[in-house]
């Protein structure tokens, strides 16, 4: 059992109950979570139930069942103008009438045949309901017109707006329902006289959406005249084998898996009734080595084919043509090393290089509303991680420890222009001049990819029970648009555009953020904590995709944990 209270009406209560009688196991869990977020006009409420059963069938067959159901509720909506926060601060949100509400059940079974310490079959079936209702008044970003032309001046002004006298909220209603089976095969075996370790599986996915989007004329409307009543499916297949040969010191891993995803798409609008289908198969071949030449270190190397699908929309456009769209593919490099040079030290460093010959972009990033773009990106760094405990190096009692996480990313390149993809009528969005993405230009630094992330911690471990630390987290300045714009007012359409205005073009500042935390465990079954989140209360956007959003203010939380 365990509960958290804080500053801007936070309230978080979990408990959890669990045992075995003989041979069966069960735990049941629930939380409920509410409170305001970062802004004004966006209070949050949800609830999770999950529950589990394991069943020991005989020594060599185990089943285990899951269950889980979530529901929110929120006023969650976009961001704002620049005029708006220098004039209203930075948790201004006027629109209060705006509302997120979703509910997901999902459930996986699965079972263990063990046919020996050397051959293990997993066979798990999953599924999945997630509905999403988003009604909100601005339809995509501040400069929308819906509200009227006074009412989008107003904003990119500055000036008071009265959300109420909007009458127009735009419903997007969703269904995706998701299910399917995947049975893996692990076999220890000794081909060619060597210790092997072999997996081998496949996994058959279907997924439908349903969705319908409308278009209200009052402030808070909840229904309205219905533009898309769209359904779209998706039918994948993948095949995987991999192999582990072990020698020694060393191990080398190939392996390969091909996907296959069919897509279709129903537009279901009266006088509309256009039907389209689309698919694609990827092989996506990997290998892996590591080597162990003292105990106190792990080299590795890695590479593979990285493959994401694109979306249904982004395979078959709404009139059943298909759109010029394919997977994001790349080659995924990385070499490193794990040590643990001394007793109570753990370092982790890789370098790793990501050569995309194709990385989607949707529209609404860089500022954009334009149909989805791809492009060729080239990202490169390094990660480097460290925990060091200095009560393990010097054999004491009390524990003083550092604790460090960095990411280096000198290199999150454009190789080429990012190319829109035609609208469904083939025609080229206002957006796209040339067809390419405004701003996108090989060299340019891709929006969103800052240079330096940096958590680092500080703490004390006292042998009564308590423990306090002090974190520090930094994010470094990053590009919100293709353009690499340092400033809105640098938009190449005049520092009084509308772009300009709109909060959406130019840089994310960089910005430290300090946060605190202290537990105390009284006895050995109650703890109690608390915790101070962006302890200095700085004030520092983190996105402009559709308006500015700011980063959280300083919260204030404690509470306890209560095990029976």
């Known amino acids: 059992l365990s509960f958290t209270g804080g500053n801007r009406d936070y309230l978080n209560g979990h408990v959890r109950v669990g045992g075995t009688v003989d041979k069966v196991g069960g735990l049941v ?36 069942w899951r269950g889980d159901y979530y529901d929110e509720n929120s006023q969650s909506t976009f961001g704002i103008t620049e005029a708006e926060l220098r004039n209203f601060g930075w948790r201004y949100n006027p629109f209060k009438n705006d509302e997120f509400s979703t509910s997901r059940w999902s459930t996986t079974a699965t079972h263990q045949y063990r046919y020996n310490s050397d051959v293990i079959l997993s066979t798990s079936f999953y599924w999945s309901q997630f509905s999403r209702d988003w009604w909100r008044q601005m339809n995509q970003q501040p400069t929308d017109t819906q509200c009227g032309l006074d009412f989008r001046e107003a904003r990119l002004d500055g000036r008071p707006i009265d959300v109420d006298s909007c009458n127009f909220t735009r419903g997007r209603m969703r269904q995706y329902y998701a299910w399917g089976v995947e049975p893996r095969l692990r076999v220890n075996h000794g081909l ?119 979306r249904v929309e982004d395979s078959v456009y709404n009139n059943g043509n298909s759109v010029e769209i394919g997977p994001e593919l790349s080659w995924n490099y990385e070499v490193g090393v794990r040590a643990w040079p001394y007793n109570g030290v753990q370092t982790d460093l890789t370098l790793f290089h ?40 010097f054999d004491w009692t009390h524990n003083p420890y550092l604790q460090v996480a960095y990411t280096w990313l000198p290199t999150a390149e454009q190789t080429s222009a990012f190319a829109c993809a035609p609208l469904s009528d083939g025609s080229m ?91 105390y465990l009284i006895r050995k079954d109650l703890t109690l904590y608390a915790t101070a989140k962006n302890l200095l209360d700085q004030e520092y956007i983190v996105d402009r995709v559709r308006g500015i959003l700011p980063g959280s203010p300083r919260l204030l939380q404690a509470g306890f944990r209560y095990d029976l």
């Open 429 to 519: 969005s206002r957006n796209c001049p040339n067809g390419v993405v405004v701003g996108s230009r090989p060299g340019n630094r891709l929006p969103y990819a800052p240079e330096h992330l940096l958590t680092a911690t500080v703490g004390y471990s006292h042998p009564s029970g308590a423990d306090v630390r002090l974190e520090a987290v930094f994010t470094s300045d990053q590009y919100g648009d293709f353009m690499n714009l340092k400033r809105g007012t640098d938009h190449p359409n005049g520092p009084d555009s509308i772009e300009a205005r709109s909060g959406q073009y130019g840089q994310v500042d960089a910005n430290w953020i300090l946060n605190f935390a202290a537990t």
């Open 29 to 64: 869990e629930y939380l409920r979570k509410e409170g305001n977020g970062a802004r004004d006009n966006s209070y949050v409420a949800l609830n999770d139930v999950y529950l589990k059963g394991v069943v020991d069938i005989n020594e060599d067959n185990k089943f285990t």
């Open 354 to 393: 990501n050569d995309f010959q194709s990385l989607t972009s949707v529209g609404t990033i860089g500022g954009n509303d334009t149909p989805v773009a791809q492009g060729e990106a080239l990202f490169q760094g390094l990660e480097f991680g460290n925990r060091t405990d200095f009560a393990q190096i």
């Open 192 to 310: 060619f006289g060597l210790s092997n370790e072999m997996d081998v599986g496949f996994r058959v996915h279907y997924e439908a959406q349903h969705r319908l989007t409308e278009d209200g004329n009052a402030p808070r409307a909840r229904s309205g005249a219905r533009i898309e009543n769209n359904d779209r499916f998706a039918d994948a297949y993948a095949a995987f084998f991999q192999n582990r040969f072990i020698v020694g010191d060393w191990s080398a891993t190939p392996g390969v898996r091909v996907e296959s995803v069919n897509y279709s798409r129903r537009n279901k609008l009266p006088g509309q009734g256009a039907e389209g289908e689309s698919s694609l198969t990827q092989p996506l071949p990997s290998f892996a080595m590591t080597y162990s030449p003292v105990d106190e270190a792990n080299l590795f190397f890695g590479v593979h084919r990285g493959f994401a699908p694109p």
